[in-house]
């Protein structure tokens, strides 16, 4: 019998991050309590793990509407490679984001130059608005 229905967006192994392996312990220990726990990851990424592949999809995947969970959980690391991806996610879909980092500007602060990056190239190729770059750029 299902306790509670959880979907859960995080990076799993084999992405080699220390979020992902906590991830893995976490999910093991809710679904011995009898939890369904749905799981998203990346698009980039293989999205299979070693206990729960036939419920591990990717963002692209992500339909709440189909299912109800109780609670969608964001994992949410510093490391943009594991987590660029499930923070737009998480801007644009809300719930509870779990925040294994003390601190995350540089995380932003990263957004920001690739945003400003953008713009100077635009201008540097004389095409496009770089207004319009900017806020396709900015979370």
Same mark, same amino acid.
């Given at each position: 019998?299902?306790?509670?229905?959880?979907?859960?967006?995080?990076?799993?192994?084999?992405?080699?991050?220390?979020?992902? *392996?906590?991830? #893995?312990? +976490?999910?093991?220990? %809710?679904?011995? @309590?009898?939890?369904?726990?749905?799981?998203?990851? /990346?698009?980039?990424?293989?999205?299979?793990? *070693?206990?729960? #592949?036939? +419920?591990?999809?990717? %963002?692209?995947? @992500?339909?709440?509407?189909?299912?109800?969970?109780? /609670?969608?959980?964001?994992?949410?690391?510093?490391?943009?490679?594991?987590?660029?991806?499930?923070? %737009?996610?998480?801007?644009?879909?809300?719930?509870?984001?779990?925040?294994?980092?003390?601190?995350?500007?540089?995380?932003?602060?990263?957004?920001?130059?690739?945003?400003?990056?953008?713009?100077?190239?635009?201008?540097?190729?004389?095409?496009?608005?770089?207004?319009?770059?900017?806020?396709?750029?900015?979370?």
């Amino acid at each position: 019998m299902i306790q509670h229905r959880f979907a859960m967006i995080t990076p799993l192994p084999p992405q080699k991050t220390g979020i992902g *392996d906590y991830a #893995a312990g +976490l999910l093991r220990g %809710l679904q011995d @309590f009898g939890d369904e726990i749905v799981v998203f990851t /990346q698009n980039r990424f293989d999205k299979t793990w *070693d206990r729960s #592949a036939e +419920l591990t999809f990717t %963002l692209d995947e @992500f339909e709440p509407a189909g299912w109800k969970p109780e /609670q969608v959980i964001y994992q949410i690391g510093n490391n943009r490679e594991y987590h660029d991806e499930i923070t %737009l996610h998480f801007l644009k879909h809300g719930g509870v984001a779990h925040l294994h980092d003390y601190s995350l500007h540089h995380y932003r602060a990263f957004q920001v130059c690739k945003s400003l990056h953008s713009r100077k190239v635009s201008k540097k190729n004389g095409g496009g608005n770089p207004a319009a770059v900017s806020r396709s750029h900015t979370v």
